[in-house]
């Protein structure tokens, strides 16, 4: 890789601090979601206008509870990502741990309800501001640099319940004052950013609901992504203006996709779903507009948005620095008749012959990234980081203590060789974080057994354990690719 590649992994603070309500941190979406499984889908609980409580599907992050319900942790339900493994007591170990595979980035996100706990206050809770600043001082002492993520998955509870989300407009400026805060009390900890974490899942999930999603969740979804490319603008404007040597960038779930035949019908429909789930939010915050293509979505669903002359503006000025994503699987797209379909972070698609999948039946493709790294860099030519890869994978404990991952060494194996390959044709690959790289809970299925970490937590789905951390063989591997820039695979 290139000199000064920056070899990491990522975390989000939902996944992994817990301390879900310790000092003065407000819910998120996640702190009403209960655990789930491959085949169980995890639920959002309230209890409604008649004091019953009752669950509906997650379905990821934008589904509604009755009329007059309000959102309620119940006693009965288990909430896995309210102790997640509470990095928020463990992060020195952890960073530790990092330090020694030699990480040159380390990526996180900021609980935006641990700095605003509402959401829409006028100053933020100062013991917030304080344990992300002590993480970042962490960091800084081993010489690794945070990459945060503004916003991943929790936006706060009371902002869903009190204002719709992000239907509203007002969450433009709540977003905006949370940012600022972010900027001006980092400045000079945090140079690299993300907006919003794959924020391109709000149309990918459309897809998945295939022909339930019409004309109404067609309006609502383009419109509050609208308004997250408004709120992502402004914060990139903010933070070149607090700090000029800030990177900012935008962060897409990176899915490669195929056309299943090649019908010409088949090709048409790939060149689409590229358009709508993966450029459709790229070009507007690396080009600063909506594409041309934009018009036939919204026709297609007879989606009329409310885009404002100052919105248009605020697009143009605030485009990223930097393209990030991150990437586990390609998918195929065919207008034929499919009777093996898979399916697996936010796509759904034919079954791929040539490919394995992993046990939760994500396609393995590698190849996949070298694809999506290179048509990428040719549309944009930013640079690029791929800030998510990894397998979510069961783990035996040995009696002696040791765990032993070749298949995750060998998955990472192969990415890694494919981005190598990219960056010797030209691509401009400043940097990696590998997903995970710390046991977490799962965000699709809320589960702790499906496992991404080099460490290994004692924690489990049944929200038992210790909480204590031990190193996978690939915690060696890792540290041995590092420390050889890449070049030493084996
Ligand atoms: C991405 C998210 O979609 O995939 C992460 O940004 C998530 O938050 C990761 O954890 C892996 O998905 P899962 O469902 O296996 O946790």
């Given at each position: ?20 309500n ?15 499984s ?16 009752g669950?509906i ?5 934008g ?18 990502n ?14 530790a ?28 809770n ?22 945060v ?5 929790d936006?706060?509870?009371?902002l869903?319940?009190n ?12 977003y ?31 897809n ?5 999603a019409?004309?109404?969740e ?19 404007k903010?933070g070149h ?8 960038g935008c962060?897409?779930?990176g899915?490669?996709f ?12 790939n060149?689409?779903?590229w358009?709508?789930s ?8 690396c080009k600063g507009k ?8 919204w026709d ?18 605030g485009?990223?620095d930097?393209y ?5 699987m390609?998918?195929i797209?065919?207008?034929h ?10 796509s759904?698609?034919a ?15 590698p190849?996949?990234l ?8 040719d549309?944009?030519e ?12 069961f783990d ?6 040791a765990?032993h991952?070749?298949?995750?060494i ?18 401009d ?14 965000a699709?299925t809320?589960e ?6 080099f ?13 204590a951390?031990s190193k996978k ?8 690719v590092i ?8």
């Amino acid at each position: 890789m290139k000199k000064g590649f920056l070899w990491g992994g990522a975390i989000a603070a939902n996944q992994a601090e817990g301390a879900w309500n310790v000092d003065g941190r407000g819910p998120a979406m996640t702190d009403v979601t209960t655990g789930g499984s491959v085949n169980e889908p995890r639920y959002v609980t309230y209890i409604d206008k008649d004091g019953k409580p009752g669950k509906i599907p997650a379905h990821g992050h934008g589904s509604k509870i009755p009329e007059g319900a309000k959102y309620a942790v119940l006693e009965d339900e288990l909430y896995p990502n309210h102790d997640a493994i509470d990095f928020y007591h463990h992060y020195k170990g952890d960073i530790a741990l990092f330090a020694q595979m030699g990480f040159k980035i380390f990526r996180m996100s900021v609980s935006w309800s641990r700095l605003y706990p509402n959401g829409d206050e006028a100053t933020p809770n100062q013991k917030g501001i304080e344990f992300y600043r002590n993480v970042f001082k962490e960091c800084q002492k081993y010489g690794i640099e945070p990459l945060v993520s503004i916003w991943h998955f929790d936006t706060p509870l009371y902002l869903e319940e009190n204002y719709d989300g992000w239907n509203n407009r007002k969450l433009i400026d709540f977003y905006e004052r949370f940012a600022r805060t972010c900027f001006e009390e980092f400045k000079g900890l945090v140079k690299y950013w993300l907006t919003f974490n794959e924020i391109n899942n709000t149309v990918m999930m459309l897809n998945l609901f295939g022909n339930s999603a019409g004309a109404k969740e067609h309006q609502q979804a383009y419109q509050q992504l609208h308004h997250q490319f408004v709120a992502s603008a402004r914060a990139v404007k903010i933070g070149h203006e607090v700090d000029g040597n800030n990177m900012i960038g935008c962060m897409i779930c990176g899915i490669t996709f195929y056309p299943g035949t090649c019908d010409p019908k088949d090709i048409i429909a790939n060149r689409h779903m590229w358009e709508k789930s993966i450029f459709y939010c790229g070009d507007v915050q690396c080009k600063g507009k909506y594409p041309t293509f934009a018009k036939r979505l919204w026709d297609e669903h007879d989606v009329k948005l409310e885009i404002t002359d100052a919105d248009l503006k605020d697009l143009a000025e605030g485009t990223v620095d930097m393209y990030t994503f991150s990437y586990y699987m390609s998918s195929i797209v065919t207008t034929h008749e499919v009777n093996d379909k898979v399916s697996g972070n936010f796509s759904a698609g034919a079954r791929n012959e040539y490919l394995q999948y992993s046990d939760w039946g994500w396609a393995l493709d590698p190849i996949g990234l070298r694809y999506y790294l290179e048509m990428i860099y040719d549309r944009y030519e930013l640079p690029l980081m791929v800030v998510e890869n990894g397998l979510g994978a069961f783990d035996t404990v040995e009696e002696d203590g040791a765990i032993h991952d070749p298949y995750r060494i060998e998955y990472f194996r192969m990415h890694i060789a494919e981005m190598e390959q990219a960056y010797r044709n030209g691509v401009d690959l400043i940097g990696y974080t590998t997903w995970g790289c710390i046991d977490l809970v799962s965000a699709g299925t809320g589960e702790m057994r499906k496992r991404y970490g080099f460490i290994y937590v004692d924690k489990h789905d049944d929200g038992s354990g210790t909480m204590a951390r031990s190193k996978k063989d690939s915690f060696y591997w890792y540290k041995k690719v590092i420390e050889s820039n890449g070049a030493d695979l084996d």
